[in-house]
Nanobody
Framework: QVQLVESGGGLVQPGGSLRLSCAASGFTFNRYTVSWYRQAPGKERELAASISSTGGRTNYADSVKGRFTISRDNAKNTVYLQMNSLKPEDTAVYYC?????????WGQGTQVTVSS
């Protein structure tokens, strides 16, 4: 059974940090490019960060560059998103996505709320 399970979301004050995790099972994780997307209320889902199958290449949206870091541990079938200097506009549901050629999977999402 294929699963992507996100965790680590929550409520944090502006300027704070959170680390999201995406744990995968049921497929050959180390073949897949993994991305974090986010969707704020009333807005379209957008790409925040992505990482190649080996971890050698990363990509970030301009809005998170310099504040977020994506990484992966293929031995643990897990991808992480370290989020620092959080802003209220980072508030969204964060989703993990894994893609290999034409096959893709989504997690159920984890809520991140940045508010004082």
């Amino acid at each position: 059974q294929v699963q992507l399970v996100e965790s680590g979301g929550g409520l944090v004050q502006p300027g704070g940090s959170l680390r999201l995790s995406c744990a995968a099972s049921g497929f050959t994780f180390n073949r897949y490019t993994v991305s974090w997307y986010r969707q704020a209320p009333g807005k379209e889902r957008e790409l925040a960060a992505s990482i190649s199958s080996t971890g050698g290449r990363t990509n970030y949206a301009d809005s998170v560059k310099g504040r977020f870091t994506i990484s992966r541990d293929n031995a643990k079938n897990t991808v992480y998103l370290q989020m620092n200097s959080l802003k209220p506009e980072d508030t969204a549901v964060y989703y993990c996505n894994a893609v290999f050629i034409t096959t893709g999977y989504w997690g159920q999402g984890t809520q991140v709320t940045v508010s004082s």
